[in-house]
């Protein structure tokens, strides 16, 4: 049985091995331009979340994307409403419902719906605009993002997003301000009074994320 078991621990072990060897790290620079990034934001909205690219450094994958998010409240939703309504209506039926941790007993509500990465830590750099950033508390009775969803496949890896409720930490961000979000971390947006704009780094240790990818906007 010994014997087994490290037959198949040597299998596995160089089986990783040989993949890092086939991998080609990058000899080069990867630029991405101010001018590529404009031109994903002239798509926002609808494209609210944009990947720019995920790089294969061999031990992990680098994502770098743009987002941008127009104001919350009422002024966010006007024109959206039903066209999303009916969306839901569709979904419903093949919803995974998932917490993002641990529910607190008798936690109130933050008033603020936001999204959690199983895997990816996230670094946001903001662009222009602003508001205010809500991150912590817990996501209950939130959506599980599909296996095959490009929340899954491109952006973040498997999420739950949903309204978060308990401690919340609730900060305004401006144009410059860089803010860590580690993985399994609620966040989400409020009082934004017309839009903001950011970049998120996107570490990916396990390779979560579709290796190569270039956003087809910026391909050359």
Same mark, same amino acid.
């Given at each position: 049985?010994?014997?087994?078991?490290?037959?198949?621990?040597?299998?596995?072990?160089?089986?990783?091995? %040989?993949?890092?060897?086939?991998?080609?790290?990058?000899?080069d620079?990867?630029?991405?331009?101010?001018?590529?990034?404009?031109?994903?934001?002239?798509? %926002?909205?609808?494209?609210?979340?944009?990947?720019?690219?995920?790089?294969?450094?061999?031990?992990?994958?680098?994502?770098?994307?743009?987002?941008?998010?127009?104001?919350?409240?009422?002024?966010?939703?006007?024109?959206?409403?039903?066209?999303?309504?009916?969306?839901? %209506?569709?979904?419903?039926?093949?919803?995974?419902?998932?917490?993002?941790?641990?529910v607190?007993?008798? %936690?109130?509500?933050?008033?603020?719906?936001?999204?959690?990465?199983?895997?990816?830590?996230?670094?946001?750099?903001?662009?222009?605009?602003?508001?205010?950033?809500?991150?912590?508390?817990?996501?209950?009775?939130?959506?599980?993002?599909?296996?095959?969803?490009?929340?899954?496949?491109?952006?973040?890896?498997?999420?739950?997003?949903?309204?978060?409720?308990?401690?919340?930490?609730?900060?305004?961000?401006?144009?410059?301000?860089?803010?860590?979000?580690?993985?399994?971390?609620?966040?989400?947006?409020?009082?934004?009074?017309?839009?903001?704009?950011?970049?998120?780094?996107?570490?990916?240790p396990?390779?979560?994320?579709q290796?190569?990818?270039?956003?087809?906007?910026?391909?050359?």
């Amino acid at each position: 049985m010994k014997k087994t078991v490290l037959s198949v621990s040597l299998l596995v072990i160089g089986s990783h091995c %040989a993949a890092y060897a086939q991998c080609q790290v990058p000899k080069d620079g990867i630029y991405m331009f101010d001018t590529e990034v404009k031109e994903l934001l002239k798509h %926002a909205p609808p494209a609210v979340d944009q990947q720019l690219r995920v790089v294969d450094l061999c031990k992990y994958n680098l994502a770098v994307g743009i987002i941008h998010r127009g104001p919350t409240g009422a002024a966010a939703g006007r024109g959206r409403g039903q066209a999303a309504a009916k969306g839901k %209506a569709k979904q419903a039926a093949n919803i995974e419902r998932c917490n993002s941790g641990p529910v607190p007993e008798n %936690a109130a509500p933050s008033g603020v719906g936001g999204i959690s990465h199983d895997d990816e830590t996230e670094t946001y750099i903001i662009v222009s605009g602003g508001g205010t950033l809500v991150t912590g508390g817990t996501i209950v009775n939130g959506a599980r993002s599909g296996p095959e969803s490009q929340v899954t496949k491109v952006l973040n890896g498997p999420s739950c997003s949903g309204q978060i409720v308990g401690n919340v930490t609730k900060k305004p961000v401006v144009p410059g301000d860089i803010i860590i979000i580690p993985f399994g971390v609620p966040h989400g947006w409020t009082d934004i009074a017309d839009h903001v704009d950011y970049l998120s780094v996107r570490p990916d240790p396990d390779h979560v994320l579709q290796s190569g990818y270039v956003n087809p906007l910026i391909q050359k």
